[in-house]
């Protein structure tokens, strides 16, 4: 034997090797899922008829046009189109369905296009009522992504 075996035969006699323990592993606790959004019934038929209420309170700040009446064929489908999104968002938000947001949304765009074409139809000027009318489709659109931003809603029974 050298003196390199013996070095070696002592230092390993002397400190044992002992099998390398790993860490524990670390305790990773997901966080509850958020609730769902919970509105009773009143404040579900209070938001759909609040926002019924200012979907139709358009129409009602914009005067009468003068003479005859001509309503084009090209407005017709746009006219049938956000009637039929109010009254598809105002149920949604009733019954507070998944799909509410969307459809509000979308009928603020419609009473924003609305707006846009009664003078471009020769109906009435430009003139106050159509910045309300702006203003009324505006606050339709943000409460539609309010309500997307805040996520399903749930019916409470």
């Known amino acids: 034997m050298s003196v390199a075996d013996q070095r070696s035969v002592t230092t390993s006699q002397a400190t044992p090797r002992l099998p390398a323990v790993p860490p524990p592993p ?20 209070a938001l759909a008829i609040g926002f019924a209420v200012v979907c139709l309170a358009g129409p009602f700040v914009e005067p009468m046009p003068t003479g005859d009446i001509h309503i084009p064929l090209w407005q017709i489908p746009i006219e049938l189109a956000t009637f039929a999104s109010i009254v598809a968002a105002t149920i949604a938000l009733w019954r ?9 949304l979308a009928a603020g765009a419609l009473l924003a296009v609305m707006t846009m074409v009664c003078p471009l139809a020769g109906h009435t000027p430009v003139g106050w009522w159509t910045w ?3 203003g009324l489709s505006l606050a339709v659109m943000a409460t539609g992504a309010a309500l997307y931003r805040r996520g399903p809603a749930t019916p409470s029974a």
């Open 132 to 134: 309300v009318q702006a």
């Open 26 to 45: 670390a305790q990773h606790v997901a966080p509850p899922p958020a609730p769902h959004r919970r509105t009773g019934r009143d404040g579900n038929r």
């Open 96 to 104: 507070a369905s998944r799909h509410a947001p969307r459809l509000v």
